[in-house]
């Protein structure tokens, strides 16, 4: 279904009202995680400079950087934090080289900081851009935290501090890199509160390298939080593993267990390294299992909490992490080249599913990357849905490579070709156009339409045997008290048994009202789902119950038995789904069911 670009574009204009400026993408929480995204990426001459530590202690926590000569083209602050519980809420606030940073709040499972990544149990990776502020030489944090504050629940403790920059220096040799940030929760069964899945391992891609003709030298380098020390974790770079077995470990698995996150900063390779509690820091040498940059593939690092070492089809609890979250990795190449890079400009866009819904305004979140030479120039953004530009607006890329931020597009129902451009001017020189662009085919659905309907009430009989099996087991009780010669217990029997047969105790299932079931049927006759809505039932004009319904999918329903319990004869029941109209409908008046119905 094409639909009329002239509409689009009017639709747009409106829209355009309410939106005076690109908000930068958000995060959200999630206890699985949030997938290793690149957060910097390039390629100059000079040298990536990544460190920190030192394992998990209470705020103020402070930890010293020393930055390598050169002129500094960006630099990133990571803290790791823990809350406890992913219920409880705080604050951090990070001082560094004597300038106070913004104050983030920690919100747990109401997180939608974007820089903020809280998964698990409230395992927090937070983020600070620290390029105006950091020096060559020492550089200083001291991180706070709402710990020890009246009222707060936060626990607090930091885990770690890390410091990324790129220190560009003419006199050093060619450096393509690729820094990736998230925050994944690796964890086994007993983990996941209600849930029995596990997550065992995650995947990461780099795209680093294209730019060289050839690498004398490759590092990757690794973060972890929660690690422990004895549980085995392994790290893979191109399948081949990373690491040296640790001694402790070999009686018990003879050589082949690793040990990566052991609560030992820069030891997994043989070296003896430095303790740091629930924090670990990596470096390692992976230049011979580097796949060729002309070989069209992918260099990989995957993340591993365990491994079935005794065959017995699952990873037992001596055999992996309980749970680990891999936070940061980054891959440096470095080149003797000497031969200038361009920039590579490209663009990534995303659209989440249930944003594509008829006329409502759906953020569309995109990436441009620069995988080539260093460009710090403005450049504009086209957007267009098939075939028609509806939406331009400039940019200016940074020396970090990567540029976040979303959009809203005011989605028309139908089948759509989205696609986004960057610099469609042709204004930058780089070493490829071709990439330029990125397409997104998009299904726009119709919006939710909810309603219900209430089938006859059902008489649920009476059980009158329960109050006589009570009495009895109280009887059966005191005499067990006279034999046990417990007076106090005794006494107690003897009067709740005399209250019941005298009358003095409300005679439950002689007054009670009966109890009847009412079949509620709610349906949803449009193709988007309809999320988080009430279903509320009434008696005589009385709220008797609500219902939550977390989801419901389009052109679906599902039935529901609520139990109420009134007087016998005629009575009026009347039903209402979304009663507060928080879910935005094809038909907002078909939401209200109501019908007298006969109770016998």
């Not at 007993?190 to 795209?207: E, K, P, Q």
């Not at 690491?243 to 070999?250: A, D, K, N, T």
């Not at 417990?486 to 709740?496: G, I």
Request: aromatic fraction near 8%; include cysteine; charge should be negative.
């Amino acid at each position: 279904m094409k639909i009329d670009p002239v509409k689009i574009t009017v639709l747009f204009i409106l829209l355009l009202s309410f939106l005076p400026s690109i908000p930068p993408a958000g995060a959200r929480y999630s206890y699985e995680g949030i997938p290793l995204a690149p957060d910097a990426q390039g390629t100059f001459r000079g040298e990536v400079y990544i460190d920190g530590g030192h394992g998990l202690s209470f705020p103020p926590y402070t930890q010293e950087f020393d930055v390598p000569e050169g002129t500094l083209r960006w630099a990133r602050l990571y803290i790791g934090i823990w809350g406890g519980t992913e219920n409880y809420e705080g604050w951090v606030r990070p001082e560094f080289n004597g300038q106070r940073l913004e104050q983030l709040q920690l919100a747990g499972v109401n997180d939608e900081n974007e820089d903020v990544y809280c998964a698990g149990h409230g395992v927090y990776w937070v983020s600070y851009d620290v390029s105006n502020i950091t020096k060559t030489g020492e550089n200083t944090v001291e991180i706070l935290t709402s710990s020890g504050e009246p009222g707060n629940k936060l626990d607090g403790r930091v885990y770690g501090a890390v410091l990324a920059t790129a220190c560009e220096n003419p006199k050093e040799p060619m450096v393509s890199y690729q820094l990736l940030s998230g925050n994944v929760n690796l964890h086994g069964k007993g983990w996941s509160g209600n849930l029995a899945n596990v997550n065992d391992r995650t995947d990461v891609h780099f795209s680093s390298g294209q730019a060289l003709s050839s690498i004398e030298a490759a590092k990757l380098s690794v973060v972890y939080l929660t690690g422990s020390k004895g549980l085995p974790d392994y790290l893979e770079f191109n399948g081949e593993m990373s690491g040296v077995s640790p001694e402790y470990l070999s009686d018990s698995y003879g050589g082949k267990a690793m040990d990566i996150a052991n609560e030992v900063s820069f030891d997994a390779c043989g070296d003896e390294g430095f303790s740091s509690s629930y924090f670990d820091i990596e470096h390692f040498d992976v230049l011979d299992y580097l796949q060729a940059s002309n070989s069209g593939s992918s260099n990989s690092v995957s993340f591993v909490r365990g491994l079935d070492l005794d065959g017995d089809g699952e990873i037992g609890i001596q055999e992996g992490e309980d749970y680990l979250h891999p936070v940061l990795a980054a891959l440096v190449l470095t080149s003797e080249n000497t031969a200038s890079v361009l920039p590579d400009l490209y663009p990534e866009m995303n659209i989440y599913e249930q944003e594509l819904v008829d006329e409502k305004p759906a953020e569309i979140s995109f990436t441009i990357n620069n995988p080539g030479g260093i460009c710090e120039e403005n450049c504009t953004i086209s957007f267009r849905v098939d075939g028609s530009e509806v939406l331009t607006f400039p940019i200016r890329m940074e020396a970090s490579g990567v540029y976040k931020s979303t959009f809203s597009w005011p989605a028309v129902k139908g089948e759509h070709l989205l696609e986004l451009s960057v610099d469609p001017e042709t204004r930058i020189k780089e070493s490829d156009k071709k990439n330029n662009a990125c397409k997104l085919n998009a299904s726009v659905r119709s919006k939710p339409d909810l309603f219900v309907s209430l089938g006859e009430p059902v008489t649920i009989e009476a059980q009158e045997e329960t109050a006589s099996a009570s009495l009895i087991f109280l009887s059966f009780l005191s005499l067990f008290g006279i034999r046990r010669k417990k007076p106090l217990l005794l006494l107690l029997l003897v009067v709740l048994i005399i209250a019941a047969f005298s009358g003095c105790v409300e005679e439950t299932h002689a007054a009670e009202k009966p109890a009847y079931s009412i079949p509620v049927k709610i349906m949803n006759s449009g193709e988007a789902s309809a999320r988080d809505f009430e279903v509320n039932l009434y008696l005589d004009g009385k709220s008797v119950t609500v219902l939550n319904i977390p989801e419901l999918a389009g052109q679906t329903s599902i039935e529901n038995q609520i139990r109420v319990n009134t007087l016998k004869g005629e009575h009026t029941l009347n039903v209402k789904v979304d009663e507060h109209n928080n879910i935005i409908e094809s038909d907002e008046d078909n939401n209200e069911f109501e019908k007298s119905c006969d109770f016998i």
